[in-house]
Each structure stands twice: as C-alpha cells, then as structure tokens.
C-alpha cells in the first residue's frame, strides 16, 4: 500500500514538474516572438503597446536623414497606402536605399515614431522580403484601403 502511495506521489510530482516546465517554456516563446505588421496595421493601431515586433515596407524617396557625425538616421516606410517613420541608431545594412524593401525590429514610440534596433535589407535586385511583398500585394488589390 505504501509503494503504491509513494509510486502515485512520484508520478504526480513528475507531471506537474513536466506541466510547469511548459508553462515556462510557452511563455518565454511568447515573449520572443515578433510579429509582423504593415505601416497600415501600424496606422491602425494593430500592434501591442509596449511590445517589439517587425515592420515592413518600402523606403519612401527622399526620407532618408542622417544626423552628420552620427549613426543616427531617420526614414519613413510606406506599403503604398500608409506611412510610419522609423529612427534608427546603427550601421545600416549595404544594401539599404531608397526604394527598397526593408524589415525593420523595434518598437512604437509615443508620436508614432518606430524605433529600430535591427533593420534588414532585401539581398539582391529580385527579392522582397515575403511580408513586405504581402502587405504591398494586399494593399493594391485593395485599392489602397
């Protein structure tokens, strides 16, 4: 009776073990994870306060500034229909420009601005990121929404 008793204890405490585990590992994969929105989505108040995630789009012509004798450099994306201006401290990738598919990781400021701690540039002439790609599709059969 008692082996059973303690067999019982001991696979109840394992499970429980096993069930804690997951809870710490779920919500540490939530924590982590960035989702991707559009500057429409942006616009719309879609993404979470306070929280980091990825916006994508094009680098509109003409809004790139950078701050002489500073890595500090300030953009605006666009998906064709809505805008969101990014600011960002850091070596920009080479292939960066105007006119380019960019995705960049950060968060929301307050007044709208995103702030970049990672921006990733397109690898060659025929490729857009998949997102960027996506929101551009949607927002022209849309008609601009």
């Known amino acids: 009776m008692k082996s059973r008793h303690q067999r019982l204890m001991g696979i109840g405490l ?5 069930a804690l585990g997951a809870t710490f590992l779920l919500r540490a994969m939530n924590e982590n994870i960035l989702y991707y929105y559009s500057p429409s ?4 108040g879609d993404p979470p306060e306070g929280r980091r995630f990825r916006v994508g789009g094009l680098v ?5 500034a950078r701050k002489p004798g500073d890595l500090e450099v300030s953009f605006v ?9 990014v600011s960002y ?3 920009l990738p080479d ?8 995705i960049a990781h950060g968060r929301l400021q307050d007044g709208g601005v995103f702030q970049a701690d990672e921006v990733l540039a397109q690898h060659d002439e025929n490729y ?3 997102e960027v790609a996506d929101s551009l599709q949607q ?4 008609g601009g929404q």
């Open 139 to 142: 927002v022209h059969a849309g």
């Open 89 to 91: 401290a850091g070596i």
């Open 77 to 85: 994306l666009t998906d064709n229909a809505e805008t969101v201006p």
């Open 95 to 102: 292939l960066f420009r105007e006119g380019q598919g960019i």
């Open 41 to 44: 989505q942006v616009a719309a």
């Open 128 to 130: 857009m990121p998949p």
């Open 14 to 18: 394992v499970l429980g073990g096993v």
């Open 60 to 64: 509109v012509d003409g809004s790139v």
